[in-house]
Every structure is written in C-alpha cells, then in structure tokens.
C-alpha cells in the first residue's frame, strides 16, 4: 500500500494523516471544514497537541500529505470523524456514513476501509453493507454480499490520551478487527507501518467493543470515586486521604475524584452501550448519571461558600475538560462556570481563565484579572500553572481569602499559611490534608 486518504482532520485524523506521510505514504486528508483544509494545506495545525506542529509542517513541507474538501482514490481509506450523541444519548453515526458514502464511488478492489471513529457494535460491518448495495460490482457472490465484499473493512479504534496524541498514536498497543482475517491482516500490515506497539487481532464486533469497555472501565471507576467522595464530605472526612490509603492495597487502584467527566471519548462512548441495550447497562448508565451530576454538586457548594455575600465575585480556574490540554469539548469547568453565571452573573460576576483554551464564545480573561477582587477562588481544572499559583500574591488582590479546589490540586498548607479558607471537593468539614 502506498497511499491513505482520511476523512476527518480532526484530533484524530490530522495527527494519523501527518504520521503516514512521514512514514512515506502519499496522504490526502479530508475534511468538511474550509478553513480546516486551508489551514493543513499551509502547513499549520487548528489543533493544539504537543508536537503536532513540526509533524504537520514536514508532512506538507514533504509533499506528502494535502488536504481538500473531497477524497481522492487511494489504496487505503480511514475514516475517522466525530461520533457524538443525540440529544436523547443515541448515537449519532451520520458523520461516519457520510464519509463512507462519499468514499464508495472511488473503491476499487483490493482496497481498504478502517473505521477509526468510535462507534457502537455493528457499526463496522453496516458500513461494509452501505459499501456492498452500493457497488454490486464488488461483491464476488450476490447471495454472501458481504462476506463476498472485494474491498477489506476493518475496525481500528484510537486510544490515545490527548495531551499524548503523537507519542501514544506510534506506542499504544492497538487492536485490529477486520470482516474477516483478510481485513484484518490488510489493516495490520498498514498500521504496522506507523505503530511500534503490539497489534492485536480480531473480529470487527469485538474491537468495537474493546474501545466502549476501556472508556466505559474509565467512567465506571471515576463515578465510584466521585460517590465515595460525596459520602466522605458527609462523614466529614477526606476521600484522597480514603482514597490514598485504600491504595495501599497491592489490588486496589482508585482514580480521582473531579467536577465531572468531559471531554469527547469518556463522557459519550457509553452511551454507544447504554443505547444498544438499555436492559443491560444498569451500572453503564447509573455511573454516567453519577459524573454528569456533578457540576451541578460544585454548584451547590460555591452557592453555600458564597452565601450571604450582596454581589459575589467568583474567579473560575480553567476552562478545558482536564489538565494541561486546551480541549474544551463537554467541559464539565464550562457546565460549572455558566451555571454559575445563570445564578450571579447579573447581580455578582462571574469570570473564568484558562491558558490552554483558545474559545472564541468564552470571556476568558487573563489569571491577574480573573482573581481581581474576587470573593472566591474557584478550581476547575489540574493545570500546571495553578498549583504553581503563590498563595501569598493571590492573598493580596482577592476580596475574600476563600478557594474551593474541585481537583484537590492545590498546596493546601500553603493556601492555609497564607489565610486562605480551603475547601476541597471530597473532604468533609473535619477534613485533614492527605498526608505524605
Ligand atoms: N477524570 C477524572 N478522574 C480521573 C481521570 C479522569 O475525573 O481519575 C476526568 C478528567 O478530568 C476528564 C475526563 O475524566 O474530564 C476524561 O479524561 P481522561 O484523561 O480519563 O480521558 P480522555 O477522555 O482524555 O481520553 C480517554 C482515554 N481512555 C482511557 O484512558 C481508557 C484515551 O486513552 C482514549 O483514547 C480517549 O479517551 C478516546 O479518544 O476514546
């Protein structure tokens, strides 16, 4: 194989369509967004992820890689669009197939198409259907029009953390699941080519269902923290000292308990589950209800912290979905921060900073405006450069000495020594800091 074409430029996409050109493929990206192709084709990245830049600028620089607004015939296809959810939580697959219908015209046997996008079971081999009805000419016997298919499919899920796209795209063992073994094998030996981890194989239905279990392992375990950690403040004592301690225990691993879930992946691949069988996810669906309940738990708190003040201020500390990324996809910090300027932005204010985040509709104002006066020092996100805040400077341009840290972030004994009223997401009122 010696040329790609993916379709989608996005997270995924651009950074998997930058690696094959580098690797020696003649790449064509594709997406729907003007300004996107524009952008690629300039050699400059719309997506902030580290090192993403020099790889764009080499691939182009290359001649290797090109964007456009329409696919091109190539040796290999992959398709790697958003898979959001409806509004009722059903998954919406209209990006995928329209991307596969856009493809079909160019297929030629011995071709083939990776779905890289995450999508609920089955979806991999619905495609191959749309491909086989399409092009008849495909298909070998008209009686097994997908199993006779002359194109290969396979799916090819991305598991890479953003923040790590580039290094985990080429180290991050991937799992491989094509139509048949001859898929599967197609696809390997294409991703061998940009992947130094492990490939695993195996059928379409179970790759699929590999990347929901991951994420959904994720969410499942984040929402039991984020309960025990609402049980804790009622005991009047701390999760991460409970939290800590329990993972002591050679078994126990417990993740950290936040403002809530956000981000594209982990926020929205269980429902691919929940959807397909209702009846079965009992747990699936409780532990998305427990981490999409808590922006509206930080809320109640800020409303008691800022309690009897006339017209609060409140300094809102980040804006992404997690630490040190610029990503602000279904941020739970956004859900805090506009709940919040429902309740006070007309007779307080409501002001929010983040350093990563690059977001046109959002009033982001600078760490020494956001703080200016405020009666509260409210922490969203895990960034780097507020727990490197000094607490001693803060001190001096708040109003009110209050923090309220949602990530337990924060160098509490010195928040502490600076006047500072500390109150952590978790910790009850008889809340010891974690110990060493
Ligand atoms: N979070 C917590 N507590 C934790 C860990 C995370 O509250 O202990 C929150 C974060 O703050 C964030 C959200 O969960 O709001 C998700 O963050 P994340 O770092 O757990 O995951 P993502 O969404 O950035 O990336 C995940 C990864 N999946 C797993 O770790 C199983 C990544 O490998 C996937 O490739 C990615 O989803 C994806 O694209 O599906």
Redesign the pocket.
């Known amino acids: 194989m010696k040329s790609v074409c993916v379709i989608g430029l996005g997270y995924i996409g651009l950074p998997t369509a930058s690696l094959f050109a580098n690797a020696g493929f003649k790449v064509k990206g594709v997406d729907a967004k003007e300004h996107v192709v524009e952008m690629v084709n300039s050699g400059r990245n719309h997506i902030q992820e580290v090192g993403l830049r020099t790889m764009v600028e080499a691939a182009i620089s290359s001649g290797q890689l090109s964007a456009s607004l329409e696919p091109a015939c190539s040796d290999a296809f992959i398709i790697a669009v958003p898979t959001p959810f409806g509004p009722n939580k059903e998954p919406d697959l209209s990006h995928v197939f329209a991307a596969a219908r856009k493809i079909i015209p160019l297929l030629e046997v011995g071709n083939l198409v990776v779905v890289e996008s995450?999508v609920p079971p089955g979806t991999t081999e619905k495609v191959a259907e749309v491909i086989a009805a399409e092009r008849p000419d495909l298909v070998a016997d008209p009686a097994r029009p997908v199993a006779s298919l002359q194109v290969h499919v396979a799916h090819c899920p991305?598991?890479?953390?953003?923040g790590r796209i580039l290094k985990e795209l080429v180290e991050n063992d991937r799992v491989i699941g094509g139509l048949n073994a001859e898929s599967t094998e197609c696809a390997v030996d294409l991703y061998k080519r940009i992947v130094s981890g492990t490939i695993y194989s195996t059928d379409a239905t179970t790759a699929e269902m590999v990347k929901l279990s991951?994420?959904t392992?994720?969410d499942v375990n984040?929402s039991l923290v984020n309960e025990l950690a609402i049980i804790c403040e009622k005991l009047g004592i701390s999760v991460w000292e409970v939290i800590e301690l329990a993972n002591k225990h050679p078994r126990v691993k417990m993740?950290?308990?936040?403002p809530?879930?956000?981000?594209h992946?982990?926020a929205v691949?269980p429902w691919f589950i929940v959807s397909e069988f209702p009846e079965d996810s009992n747990l699936i669906k409780a532990a998305r209800l427990r981490n999409d309940a808590m922006p509206a738990l930080v809320v109640e708190r800020v409303k008691k912290l800022v309690a009897g003040i006339a017209s609060p201020v409140i300094a809102c500390l980040g804006a992404s979905?997690?630490g040190n990324v610029g990503d602000a996809r279904n941020s739970?910090a956004i859900e805090i921060y506009e709940k919040l300027l429902a309740l006070y932005g007309e007779k307080g204010e409501v002001r929010i900073n983040d350093m990563y985040v690059d977001e046109k509709d959002l009033p982001l104002v600078s760490l020494r405006e956001v703080i200016e006066k405020a009666d509260l020092v409210l922490v969203l996100v895990d960034h780097f450069e507020y727990r490197a805040l000094d607490p001693l400077e803060i001190a001096k341009k708040v109003r009110r000495k209050v923090v309220f840290d949602t990530r337990n972030t924060l160098n509490h004994e010195r928040w502490r020594a600076a006047g500072f009223a500390v109150h952590v997401l978790g910790s009850g009122v008889r809340a010891t800091a974690p110990k060493g």
């Not at 991305?158 to 953003?162: F, G, N, S």
């Not at 809530?260 to 981000?263: S, T, Y």
Request: hydrophobic share 30%; with cysteine; glycine share 16%.
């Open positions: 995450t991305e598991r890479v953390l953003p991951e994420n392992f994720r984040i993740l950290t308990p936040g809530g879930v956000g981000g992946c982990i691949d979905y997690k739970p």
